[in-house]
């Protein structure tokens, strides 16, 4: 490939689907150093392992949200199922006695059935997904202020296993430089195994230095992502689990024929059906993957406060959470309007609202502001996003 053909090439891919997410992480760049030379403390050991910790909650429910606006749809819902399964397990476990496994177990494939119910008056009987999960965000609220009752807050074990998932770290070294050289060498081996298989068959591929490139910054990322995380407490349980939950979800979406088919379902219906998709079996998958998520992401809710009460229960249901997932899940580059994306999305755009709300609390704003700042950049990605699509189909009537 000669140098103006792959200048070509590199435009196109920044106009196209790659383009959100390289700009996110340059945004992501530019928030770091901004909110540095406003307060040193910023980029500090301690605020930066608190941060990876922050995003977990929040992060993990936006990953279900991808997988739903990857077919074209939207689950209001998430905020809710969180609260609802936080509530179900501290009910269980502190009311009840029940063991800790047993809860996190019933509050989970809650959030799975929650999901189901979802997706089965959506692709059953035609509801439209807006209005079915609307109406989950009113009704799981509403169970879970039930369940809560007028007592006020459950407080779980601050030593049991839910809590400890914000509060245990790898305080060995060798954990998080491990990881950061695991993850530089996986996403190296799987990409070179995909560029000799693109190769091999005729298709486009990477070139070899373009490959190396990618990897040699990812390794500057991960292992100083690690060093910094190693001057404070360790690689965090949290984030381990939210990494693990991203890889596995990105090598379901990305490798396996099930992946391909929610893409493909995002790119059209009817052309999905015609490829042999069964659309609703996918339909109804994506929202019970969403509920899953959502009530997972509720458990590190839970974990972080160490408790559930009405009040948490009313800001999870229609508040800060909800909203920044979605907006997590789409300022990291998935459209709105299905069939692109990843995973990885949610990390990126989760790192980007939670870095403006650490920023802001460091300097003391009001949330008011934090509120407009995230707005926009919302709003920013969205448009970004109308325009991809409409240059995208512009070439192709060209």
């Known amino acids: 490939m000669n140098v103006g053909r792959y200048a070509e090439t590199v435009r196109d891919r920044l106009r196209g689907a790659e383009g959100g997410?390289?700009?996110?992480?340059?945004?992501?760049?530019?928030?770091?150093?901004?909110?540095?030379?406003?307060?040193?403390?910023?980029?500090?050991?301690?605020?930066?392992?608190?941060l990876s910790v922050d995003i977990v909650g929040t992060g993990v429910v936006a990953v279900g949200i991808v997988f739903v606006l990857l077919i074209g749809e939207i689950d209001l819902s998430v905020g809710s199922v969180s609260g609802l399964a936080g509530a179900a397990f501290a009910v269980l476990n502190v009311n009840l006695g029940a063991p800790e496994w047993l809860a996190v177990i019933v509050a989970v494939v809650s959030g799975m059935a929650v999901g189901a119910v979802h997706g089965a008056f959506f692709a059953w009987i035609g509801v439209p997904s807006f209005v079915v999960t609307l109406a989950g965000l009113l009704a799981w609220?509403?169970?879970?202020?039930?369940?809560l009752g007028a007592s006020g807050t459950i407080n779980i074990d601050e030593e049991g296993m839910v809590a400890s998932l914000t509060s245990n770290y790898f305080e060995d070294p060798a954990a998080a430089y491990g990881l950061a050289a695991l993850g530089t060498a996986g996403y190296l081996l799987v990409a070179a195994r995909s560029r000799s298989r693109r190769k091999a068959t005729g298709m486009p591929y990477r070139p070899l230095g373009e490959l190396w490139l990618r990897t040699g910054l990812l390794a500057v990322v991960t292992f100083a992502a690690a060093y910094t995380l190693n001057q404070f407490q360790g690689?965090?349980?949290?984030?381990?689990?939210?990494?693990v939950v991203i890889v596995v979800s990105d090598y379901i979406l990305?490798?396996?024929?099930?992946?391909?088919?929610?893409?493909?379902?995002?790119?059209?219906?009817?052309a999905?059906?015609?490829?042999?998709?069964?659309?609703?079996?996918?339909?109804?998958?994506?929202f019970m993957v969403s509920g899953t998520l959502?009530?997972?992401?509720?458990?590190?809710?839970?974990?972080?406060?160490?408790s559930a009460s009405p009040t948490t229960a009313r800001a999870a249901g229609s508040g800060m959470l909800l909203i920044n997932a979605i907006a997590a899940a789409v300022i990291g580059g998935t459209s709105l309007f299905g069939g692109r994306g990843s995973t990885w999305s949610a990390l990126l755009g989760?790192?980007?609202?939670?870095?403006?709300?650490?920023?802001?609390?460091?300097?003391?704003?009001r949330d008011a502001v934090q509120f407009i700042i995230t707005g926009a950049v919302l709003l920013a990605a969205v448009a970004a996003d109308a325009l991809s699509r409409r240059s995208s189909a512009t070439r192709g009537r060209a």
């Open 141 to 147: 609220n509403g169970l879970t202020l039930y369940l």
């Open 235 to 243: 690689l965090p349980l949290a984030l381990l689990i939210f990494l």
């Open 21 to 50: 997410p390289i700009l996110v992480a340059l945004g992501l760049v530019v928030i770091g150093a901004v909110f540095q030379a406003l307060d040193d403390n910023f980029l500090s050991p301690r605020n930066l392992s608190n």
């Open 272 to 286: 999905a059906l015609r490829a042999g998709v069964g659309v609703v079996r996918v339909r109804i998958a994506m």
């Open 350 to 365: 989760v790192l980007v609202i939670q870095s403006i709300a650490s920023g802001m609390a460091l300097l003391g704003v």
């Open 294 to 306: 959502a009530a997972i992401g509720g458990l590190f809710v839970a974990s972080e406060l160490t």
């Open 254 to 270: 990305r490798r396996t024929r099930y992946g391909r088919r929610v893409y493909a379902l995002g790119g059209g219906v009817e």
